[in-house]
């Protein structure tokens, strides 16, 4: 059975800008998994941090249990993410573990550290899968299956200078909209933090905006989410696209101008 596996910085990140996309692989009959780098611990301006990390990984289990996903543990704490040989090593096991024909992880640059620190963790864990030399931790088999690395659309649809991005490839998820939402909501805690810190209103509605948005972009899809290829070198054929090969009509190469 082929496999997907989300790799997010915080516990919500996942449900944001990659959920439609992992639900459309699962009703495909692939088997789905989620990391979540970080525990969450920060996301809170009432709990302290133990207790917001423990209500935090209470919600993303929630949430992976209803996407019949396989949920693994977190390792860093908020902002605590960092390009270490530690952590590449853990980010390793985790694909190792997983076997993945598709990797979904963060933009490479987006409008803070953790998420770009995130995917090049992801990209070097994922690279290093099939070096028989290299251990991971804990220590798991190689494999050198051919893996396809997409990179999301950033938090806001732009660069951390306001540039707007645009993706190689949308993903049609109108038909799994509601499940993507209802997993988002799981993170119930995050309504009240994202209001207090972000003034963003309510975090179901901002969602909601930004895969309409996108969508609209399409001239085709009502919801959407976008996607960018990694280069193919360490992972796989350069014409490698299995979202392409899966999605059929729910995947199309972006409109240009």
């Not at 996309?21 to 709990?47: F, R």
């Not at 014409?239 to 240009?256: A, H, T």
Request: glycine share 6%; charged share 20%; aromatic share 8%.
């Amino acid at each position: 059975m082929p496999s997907a596996l989300a790799i997010a910085a915080h516990p919500d990140d996942i449900e944001f800008v990659m959920a439609g996309t992992l639900l459309l692989l699962k009703e495909a009959g692939w088997d789905i998994h989620c990391l979540n780098v970080t525990d969450g611990n920060m996301g809170s301006t009432v709990m302290n941090a133990a207790q917001t990390a423990r209500v935090r990984s209470k919600e993303a289990q929630a949430s992976t249990r209803l996407m019949g996903a396989k949920w693994h543990a977190p390792f860093c704490p908020d902002l605590g993410v960092f390009y270490t040989e530690k952590n590449i090593r853990l980010v390793c096991a985790v694909v190792r573990e997983a076997k993945p024909t598709v990797i979904l992880t963060h933009a490479l640059a987006d409008y803070m550290e953790d998420h770009m620190i995130t995917a090049r963790l992801a990209v070097s864990g994922a690279f290093a899968r099939g070096i028989p030399n290299y251990r991971s931790t804990p220590q798991r088999p190689p494999t050198l299956d051919p893996c396809v690395i997409y990179h999301a659309m950033p938090h806001g649809q732009c660069t951390p200078t306001r540039v707007p991005v645009t993706p190689e490839i949308c993903v049609d998820t109108t038909s799994v909209h509601t499940a993507k939402r209802e997993a988002l909501a799981c993170h119930q805690s995050q309504k009240q933090w994202l209001d207090d810190t972000q003034g963003m209103d309510s975090y179901l509605v901002t969602m909601d905006t930004f895969s309409r948005r996108l969508g609209k972009q399409t001239r085709k899809f009502t919801h959407a989410e976008g996607w960018t290829r990694h280069l193919h070198f360490g992972f796989g054929a350069e014409e490698d696209d299995p979202l392409r090969d899966v999605l059929g009509r729910k995947w199309m190469k972006f409109p240009r101008k």
